[in-house]
Nanobody, 123 residues
Framework: QVQLVESGGGSVQAGGSLRLSCAASGYIYTTYCMGWFRQAPGKEREAAAVIDTNGNTIYSDSVKGRFTISQDNAKNTVYLQMNSLKPEDTAMYYC?????????????????WGQGTQVTVSS
């Protein structure tokens, strides 16, 4: 059974940094494409950053230049380094995996999801 477990969320002041981690288990990690999504209260879930099995990445315009998605295949882990955080980055952040829609930013194309980790940025 596929499992994704996020960690690293927390509360920071604007301008600060956090690094989220997502540990994957239950499948061959290198055959799946990963993404970090976020959802703020009252808003739809949106992709922050996605990465394919070759390390190619796509970022949303709102996080481009501030966030970096990366993966460590040896550890079956995907990361989201978040710098220069803004209050509007406040959301629940989810890690997700899919096998057939690499670099998709559509949540419905991801089969597996973690439980989420909260990020709160204060001004």
């Amino acid at each position: 059974q596929v499992q994704l477990v996020e960690s690293g969320g927390g509360s920071v002041q604007a301008g600060g940094s956090l690094r989220l981690s997502c540990a994957a288990s239950g499948y061959i990690y290198t055959t799946y494409c990963m993404g970090w999504f976020r959802q703020a209260p009252g808003k739809e879930r949106e992709a922050a950053a996605v990465i394919d099995t070759n390390g190619n990445t796509i970022y949303s315009d709102s996080v481009k230049g501030r966030f970096t998605i990366s993966q460590d295949n040896a550890k079956n882990t995907v990361y989201l380094q978040m710098n220069s955080l803004k209050p509007e980055d406040t959301a629940m952040y989810y890690c997700a995996a899919n096998r057939f829609w690499c670099l998709s930013r559509t949540p419905d194309r991801y089969n597996y999801w973690g439980q989420g980790t909260q990020v709160t940025v204060s001004s």
